[in-house]
């Protein structure tokens, strides 16, 4: 057997942006020895991009808030398809994992008497959204990098794990390569959590690093588990358009929370011509309303901007679609306009969204004090991922565990800006203290050399390929987003869908002829090429339940089956594996609402 | 926009490498990193760089482009001189490990030496504290850090003296400031940023502060505080003691 540098764990955690790393304190504070693997260097993971803010009913600004309030939000966001128990955690315990990131070292923006304060996003009823201008994902991704350093943890940066490796039906541990000089390494692990993120880089226009290739969702599929939701991608409504190398990189929902309005070539601002009747009682019905409600009065109702982004974003690309788009293909997104109501707005959008000054300042030489910037749609959050146990976050292969993007279950249709950032810390910490349990509960597992071996016979395949017929996985890769993002985008149909199958088998022989010239070291060429399975994999997932699931709810939205259907609206989408190695989409049930919950929405509506 | 334009990358190992020239079409609103990718896709498919947000969060893709220590994915090609080609280098304090990207694994350790945050008791029966903005916002600035190592390589300590095992450079300098000014922080790290974090060997050239990408003043808000912490806690505790107690300010409280 081929000799591997081996580390032994309680707890293996494959990831580190917010959801990782909390799980990587959780366990370690259940007294579980902990390895983390992370593709980047650590503190450079998506979550640092996340600029809004962190949702959790602290009521601290409005306090009408409360978590029922924000279940129900949430519930609504997702269109009903959402576990409802998820979602229920979700509300109850993101002001405690608040709080606590407060108490180890975080710094909000304050409320006058000196509270964390709490902004407007789309979706929540009343301002929920604890932040940080609009760096709030730096801010918890140091806070919980800086204590996680002092908690034990070991960290492995630059390390990719391209199989898990199992012990009959329970997962044993992982095989991996540094990126530094391309050896091979072996985990042994009594529990792994995948904290993977997501898969955005499965389309052209992303706002996603490249490291959002659906590893962990790849990684869970290959070895047995369940895939939930595949189908409802989300994409942001407001992502730079203009200069074409920054195209996708994302402008945060702060900037409509404050007060930016979106408007057409003609200047009309278009949001308050589609009001969906789901939330007409709670969208302002006019200009003023909407300013007001921005400005913190509680007698105001929300601006029909930050209605929820599956809406936001079809509203945009209408108007591109008829004419009234902006010149290169979006809308014009202005939070200038406020000058005509405070007398020093310069002042005040720089210290609300300095990061926003800067970024198209720098990448557009745009001043957003006084120009509009340009928005339109890009791929942004996978609300389908790995199907968990909403209270363990244990997939359905012992001792697998999955939190943060990576999971599905809590954003059912479409999630709710701010629900992202609270979700990694809420189910974070539940993976890092299940998969601590049941490693203690179980003891390390035992795998077989063979599948080690044959994961490494895998890996250096792009090595060892015929050049004549060989691919450029960069190509590949390309070709793959732009189909994706043509065939499997935000307006699907059955035949674009049914034409992407095809393509995606093309494709996926393409990437079996990908090469790798060079030496292993540091060769992004050959990442590229490896990646490119679970790109593939992903994206089949995301089409074959797109294509099944024939009704346009929050992020799927079906050009020949428009409008909602009830049945649909009570099924879940399950991907796996069959046993001939086919993929497999089966609809289930969604669990019916405990009487009391349903009482919440009732009440809430 | 489109013309033709040449780019002199460093390519080699820690056992050494050369600069080579790439040429390529480059477009209106292109940045460094663009390029760097272009010719990663179609001329040198194992080019070693390292990148993730691409919008001047992360703080992965530093390097020195035409000698200045830059994040690619924010130096737009409209800003530099581009009918000479553009020089990119992989950053010179560090070890290099292949082209563009350095071993900076020094930093991660010299994080892990800062004692961490240590809060006081809650202001609130329910265990929160109460703060106020202007006292947050003065360490704001400090957090607004995307550790990307600028800073680091440009500072000659590190960068020409080489004194990482003495000197734990401006970015921890930041970090210790961003700890000590913490509105509810009790840590003392005075001792340590003049006993083992080499803060003396800092003579307030201000190149960190140049180099910052996120404007951080890191020599007049952090460093130079710091080094009055020092002086009152290290070399003159009893004055700093009686101001304490008679309820004076001094200037680095």
Redesign the interface.
């Known amino acids: 057997m081929a000799e591997y540098r081996t580390h032994e764990y309680d707890v293996l955690i494959i990831g580190a942006g917010g959801a990782g790393l909390r799980a990587a304190i959780e366990a370690s504070g259940h007294g579980a020895r902990v390895g983390v693997v992370s593709k ?7 979550t ?2 996340a600029e809004g803010g962190v949702a959790a009913a602290l009521a601290n600004v409005d306090e009408r808030d409360g978590w029922r309030v924000h279940f129900a939000d949430t519930m609504r966001g997702g269109q009903y398809l959402n576990n409802w128990r998820m979602a229920e955690l979700h509300a109850r315990e993101a002001p405690e994992r608040v ?1 606590e990131l ?4 975080a ?4 409320t006058d ?5 709490q902004r407007n996003f789309g979706g929540h009823a009343y301002p929920r959204l604890a932040h ?2 609009d ?1 709030t994902g ?2 918890m991704i ?1 806070t919980l990098q ?2 996680g ?2 908690q034990g943890m070991s ?1 492995h ?1 630059e390390c990719t794990v391209t199989r898990l490796l199992t012990d009959g039906a329970r997962v044993a541990g992982a095989f991996a390569y540094d990126r ?1 000089r391309g050896r091979f390494l072996v985990f042994r692990a009594g529990a792994v959590v995948l904290a993977t993120g997501g898969f955005g880089k499965a389309y052209r226009i992303t706002s996603n ?3 959002y290739t659906g590893d962990g969702q790849t990684l869970a599929y290959d070895t047995g588990a369940d895939l939930l939701d595949m189908e409802f991608v989300q994409f942001h409504p407001t992502g730079m358009v ?5 195209r996708g ?2 402008v945060t929902e702060g900037v409509r929370g404050e007060g930016g309005v979106l408007r057409n070539s003609a200047g009309r601002r278009f949001m308050f011509d589609d009001i969906p009747e789901l939330y007409k009682g709670q969208t302002a019905d006019s200009e003023e309303e909407g300013w007001r409600y921005c400005t913190g009065d509680p007698t105001a109702r929300r601006p029909p901007e930050l209605l929820t982004r599956d809406h936001v974003a079809r509203c945009i690309l209408r108007e591109v679609a008829e004419g009234r788009g902006s010149p290169h293909g979006g809308a014009f997104l202005d939070i200038s306009w406020i000058g005509e109501k405070m007398a020093n707005h310069e002042e005040h959008i720089r210290r609300k969204l ?2 926003m000054y ?2 198209f300042k ?3 030489e745009i001043d957003i004090t006084k120009e509009p910037m340009e928005v339109g749609p890009t791929t942004h959050y996978a609300m389908g991922g790995v199907r968990v146990d909403p209270e363990t976050q244990m997939s359905t292969v012992a001792g697998l565990f999955a939190a943060g993007e990576c999971a599905a279950g809590l954003h059912g249709a479409n999630r709710l800006g701010g629900n992202s950032l609270s979700d990694l810390i809420v189910f974070g910490k539940r993976a890092g203290e299940y998969a601590a349990r049941f490693a203690k509960e179980h003891g390390p597992g035992t795998f077989d050399p063979a599948a080690a071996e044959a994961a490494e016979r895998e890996a250096l395949a792009p090595f060892h390929r015929e050049a004549a017929n060989g691919e ?4 590949v890769q ?1 070709d793959l987003q732009e189909m994706m993002q043509d065939r499997v985008g935000i307006i699907r149909h059955a035949e674009k869908l049914q034409s992407a199958l095809e393509a995606l088998e093309q494709l996926r022989e393409r990437a079996g002829r990908a ?5 292993r ?6 990442h ?1 090429a490896l990646d490119l399975h679970n790109l593939l994999t992903v994206s089949e997932a995301v089409t074959r339940a797109a294509l099944l699931r024939q009704e346009s709810r929050g992020a799927q939205s079906r050009d020949d089956y428009r409008g909602k259907d009830p049945e649909w609206g009570k099924l879940n989408l399950v991907v796996r594996k069959e046993a001939g190695g086919a993929m497999e989409v089966e609809r289930i049930p969604t669990r019916p609402l405990p009487d009391e919950l349903a009482k919440i929405i009732e009440e809430m509506g | 926009m489109m013309a033709q334009a040449t780019f002199r990358i460093w390519r080699g190992n820690s056992g050494g490498g050369e600069l080579q020239d790439f040429t390529l079409d480059v477009s209106e609103g292109m940045v460094v990193l663009d390029a760097v990718h272009r010719i990663q896709a179609e001329q040198a498919p194992d080019l070693a760089v390292r990148w993730n947000c691409k919008a001047g969060k992360c703080g992965s893709c530093s390097a020195e482009v035409n000698g200045m220590p830059k994040l690619m994915c924010m130096t737009r090609l409209s800003s530099l001189p581009m009918e000479r080609p553009v020089t990119i280098h992989p950053m010179k304090a560090f070890p290099v490990m292949k082209d563009l990207v350095c071993d900076v694994s020094w930093n991660y350790e010299v994080k892990k030496r800062i004692p961490p945050f240590r809060p006081r008791a809650p202001d609130a029966p329910d265990g929160t504290w109460r703060m106020d903005q202007r006292d947050v916002d003065r360490v704001m600035e400090f957090r607004k850090c995307i550790e990307c190592y600028l800073c680091q390589d440009v500072c000659h300590v590190l960068r020409e003296h080489h004194k990482h095992d003495e000197f734990i450079g401006p970015r921890f300098l930041v970090y210790a400031a961003a700890l000590e000014m913490h509105p509810l922080d009790e840590g003392t790290r005075a001792r340590l940023l003049w006993e083992e974090g080499g803060i003396g060997y800092c003579n307030i050239t201000k190149c960190c502060t140049a180099v910052c990408p996120e404007g951080i003043h890191i020599t007049d808000n952090a460093i130079i505080p710091l080094k009055e912490r020092v002086v009152d806690e290290v070399f003159d505790p009893i004055s700093r003691a009686l101001r304490v107690l008679t309820g004076r300010r001094g200037a680095a409280t």
């Open positions: 980047s260097l650590l503190g450079k993971a998506h640092v991009m709080r407060e108490a180890w070292g710094l909000f923006d304050r008497d000196g509270r964390i304060l940080v201008g760096r730096l801010e140091r800086d204590h350093i002092h960290v940066m530094e690093s490249w490291e203009w200069p074409p190398s920054v990189i994302l300095p990061g800067h970024q720098e990448l557009a450029n996985p960069y190509q390309y090469l790798a010239p060079g030496s070291e540091y060769n992004a060429g050959w590229t």
